[in-house]
């Protein structure tokens, strides 16, 4: 691997450490300010909202500068999101706000992986980033339960600053200003990425005229007979996995009575196993047969239904790292192939802008789902049970879906995994 990819492993690490130790503050800041349930679960679709809504402007703006400046100004973005939250902006609108900095910062942290590396090393590229992001997954969710933990919020905010008066009076509170100063780390690591040779694309002068552009990307991946099969696997995924999180908390206090700081901890555990499972993918997997991994998904779905009847916490742990080890193993090598098909397609950033869109829609479609459910009174068994089915049923139709492809129009699927084969000889 080029030096420049570990200065961009770096930036991404302490960047994703503060967004998860943050979910876990604002989920807490929620519950200290007695806010209804359907609250604290809508922080997910708020997240996801810029996603959804900047998402034919992002790509283009990743393309227009160099990318390590575009992940600075994200991060400086989410600071500034994180102060709201302090000065007393509603959680939800602050939350929104770090969003809009994580929806400017993806595109680029995706799309240097096409410009810096070539297409034979993207899997174990895309396999060590997915399994750096889920270390500071289960870092920052580890960090944000301890520090509005009684423990050591308690030194947090004994800690008493001369001349003037912070105003910081609860746990949360001293979480979200300490997470600034990460933010403020991944920001240094970003202004450390190398330039690519890679020639800038300009934002036209009218942005309104990447709107039909954006569209047309979206259109001509979904017409993709590889493209089509690994956005959609991609989408659900995350749209599944990013709503799994907060639903685990919740699953945590109903089933084993946890607090959040203790219920952070299983959060984790999920992470661990897709670690484990994206950096398995990375050595094993190639790019022509990343299509390969689509029964695991229906497996997921199959597992996350089960949790339902587990109550012990001995048990809970090893099932919840398989059923994130299969999440990583299916996810890595589908990711790596989308990104071949859009880098191919229409160029790295407009590729992930529309990998971003879908997926974070996705997310906002099913957190608003569960969030409803929540203000209307489901429990949280009952909105496990509903992922799992939409997990694997799901699954299923698009693994039919890429069968129906291979036979229909098997001359083109052959034609595009022979481009895979070609770009990675050596998986």
Not at 88 to 103: F, K
Not at 148 to 172: M, R, Y
Not at 272 to 278: E, H, K, Q, V, Y
Not at 323 to 336: D, R, S, T, W
Request: some cysteine; glycine content about 8%; proline content about 4%.
């Amino acid at each position: 691997m080029k030096r420049g990819f570990y200065t961009i492993m770096a930036a991404q690490f302490f960047s994703s450490l503060a967004d998860n130790a943050l979910f876990i503050a604002a989920v807490e800041l929620l519950k200290s300010e007695k806010a209804p349930t359907w609250q604290a679960a809508a922080l997910v679709p708020m997240f996801a909202l810029f996603y959804v809504v900047l998402a034919p402007f992002v790509g283009a703006f990743a393309d227009a500068m160099p990318k390590g400046r575009v992940m600075f100004v994200s991060n400086a973005i989410k600071v500034v999101g994180c102060l709201a939250m302090l000065f007393g902006m509603h959680p939800l609108l602050a939350y929104a706000i770090v969003g809009l900095g994580a929806a400017a910062y993806s595109p680029a942290k995706y799309g240097i992986l096409t410009e810096l590396l070539p297409a034979s090393q993207l899997v174990k590229a895309n396999g060590w980033i997915e399994g750096l992001t889920i270390a500071s997954i289960i870092l920052g969710i580890l960090l944000g339960g301890q520090l509005v933990g009684t423990a050591v919020a308690s030194k947090l905010l004994a800690l008493d600053f001369p001349i003037f008066d912070s105003g910081i009076d609860t746990a949360p509170e001293a979480a979200i200003f300490l997470l600034i100063f990460l933010y403020a780390v991944a920001a240094w690591f970003n202004t450390r990425i190398p330039h690519t040779e890679v020639e800038m694309r300009p934002i036209p002068k009218n942005p309104l005229e990447l709107v039909p552009d954006f569209w047309t990307c979206n259109s001509r991946l979904w017409h993709d007979k590889l493209g089509q099969i690994s956005l959609a696997t991609t989408t659900l995924f995350w749209g599944v996995s990013g709503n799994l999180r907060y639903i685990i908390l919740a699953w945590s206090a109903a089933a084993l009575g946890y607090s959040t700081t203790q219920a952070s901890t299983l959060t984790g555990v999920v992470a661990l196993g897709t670690a484990i499972g994206a950096i398995a993918a990375s050595v094993y997997m190639k790019l022509d047969r990343a299509t390969s991994v689509m029964p695991m998904g229906i497996a997921m779905g199959v597992l996350v239904i089960a949790m339902n009847f587990i109550d012990n916490v001995w048990v809970a742990a090893p099932f919840l790292i398989v059923l994130g080890a299969l999440g990583g193993f299916l996810v890595v090598p589908m990711n790596a192939l989308l990104q071949h098909r859009g880098h191919n397609l229409m160029g790295a950033g407009r590729s992930i802008a529309v990998q971003n869109f879908n997926e974070q829609a996705c997310i906002l479609g099913l957190g608003a789902f569960y969030s409803l459910s929540a203000g209307l009174g489901m429990s949280s068994f009952g909105a496990i049970t509903a992922f799992g089915v939409v997990v694997a049923g799901v699954m299923w139709i698009i693994q039919r879906w890429h069968k129906s492809n291979c036979i229909k129009h098997k001359d083109e699927v052959d034609h595009l995994l022979a481009i895979a084969r070609q770009d990675n000889p050596h998986g």
